[in-house]
């Protein structure tokens, strides 16, 4: 079955930052492929048009241009934390990823995300929750693994 509009497709991927790095892959430990539905906008528009048509087994490399991928870096996505609202934690350095609970009062809800310590005093930890390649063109290279009817 070839890839079209609304079909399931599982894909084994690299995702490649502009240093041809590979930031992520299918291939890491805890990662999985990528199973899609076709043409739902989960991916950007370069990249479902180079699926289109290809079959299992089918390899495919795109070039995606800055931004498209994982959005333009959002200054509103850093932020500036009491260091006493954090635990006291001595693994909280310059550069790691932590995930952080956010409760929203007027809601009544609450949620979660990942963000990169870029600064860390004794007073305050600065968090910058915009992925690494926000902004940056990528690499997307992928193997179909299977296509099926949705």
Known sequence: MKIQQNCRVELAFSLLGPDDVVYESSEDEGNENLVIEHGAGELP???????????????????????????DHDPENIVSIDRSDLPDDPGLVKGVWIEVMVEDDE????????????????????????????SKPVKFR?????????
């Open 45 to 71: 528009e370069a990249l479902t048009q180079a699926l289109e048509g290809l079959e299992a087994g089918s390899e495919v490399e795109v070039d995606i241009p800055a931004g498209e991928m994982f959005g």
């Open 107 to 134: 809601q009544g809800s609450s949620g979660a995300f990942e963000a990169r310590i870029v600064e860390n005093d004794d007073e305050t930890v600065v968090l910058d929750a915009n992925h690494p390649l926000a």
């Open 142 to 150: 992928a193997k179909v693994v299977a296509v099926s009817e949705a």
